[in-house]
């Protein structure tokens, strides 16, 4: 079991600057989930999907996040144009199905200068 | 509004001791709550999930309760052991909702 894998680890960019946050979730799992924390906030939901097609997106903040499901296996969150009120670490999670607990990946650290 | 709320301050106990951390919730009408262990630089790794008919579940050293009348979950670690040290967070979810709601966590430091 690889478990959930995220793409970058760590990112640093510059605002203005389009930052593309990549999720492969567990073989199987037909649930998938974005999340970011911070201090401040704590770990919030941004998007969830099942069976590759959005449900909830009213957690994303704005305009400037889009995500994207193309397939069981992939998954993508955007920032474009990138601000820094938007560095937080991004967490992907995946679960069987919805009703069960989520298996989450190590996040992206990112930070927006 | 709704709210999940977590003793924002550490827990610092001796090795050995029963550690006991607290959820408290309003305005929620949970069908289930789980625990995460969350460690610096990782993401949080699911421990436990009780259902909103239950009392009381245990695994292994964790044991959570629940009373919804009371609107609060315990979370103990009997017997804690440094490797025990990390932030814990409980997550609510109300019923025809399959969506988490996370509280911001509480960190546990077990000193040797």
């Known amino acids: 079991d690889a478990g959930v894998i995220q793409s970058p680890r760590h990112e640093v960019t510059e605002m203005g600057q389009e930052v593309t946050l990549r999720c492969k979730p567990i073989?199987?799992?037909?649930?998938l989930f974005w999340y970011r924390q911070t201090m401040m906030r704590g770990l919030e939901l941004l998007i969830y999907?099942?069976?590759?097609?959005?449900?909830?997106d009213s957690g994303m903040p704005e305009d400037r996040f889009s995500a994207k499901m193309p397939n069981a296996s992939f998954s993508t969150l955007k920032i474009q144009p990138s601000e820094p009120r938007d560095s937080a670490v991004y967490f992907c999670?995946?679960?069987?199905?919805?009703?069960?607990?989520?298996?989450f990946g190590d996040g992206t650290r990112l930070s927006i200068l | 509004s709704q709210k999940i709320e977590q003793n924002s301050e550490a827990l610092n106990i001796q090795e050995g001791k029963t550690a006991t951390l607290t959820c408290n919730y309003t305005?929620?009408?949970?069908?289930?709550l789980q625990w995460y262990r969350q460690d610096p630089g990782r993401g949080p790794v699911f421990l436990l999930l009780?259902?909103?008919?239950?009392k009381e579940k245990r695994k292994e050293r964790l044991k959570v309760t629940f009373d919804t009348t009371l609107k609060q979950s315990l979370f103990h670690i009997t017997a804690s052991q440094p490797a025990d040290s990390a932030t814990y967070l409980c997550?609510?979810?109300?019923?025809?909702?399959?969506?988490?709601?996370f509280g911001r966590g509480t960190s546990l430091i077990v000193h040797p």
């Open positions: 999670a995946s679960s069987s199905n919805e009703e069960q607990p989520q298996h």
């Open positions: 073989s199987g799992h037909n649930s």
């Open positions: 999907f099942n069976n590759n097609v959005p449900i909830d």
């Open positions: 305005n929620y009408s949970p069908a289930y």
């Open positions: 009780i259902r909103e008919n239950e």
């Open positions: 997550a609510l979810t109300s019923g025809g909702s399959y969506i988490p709601t």
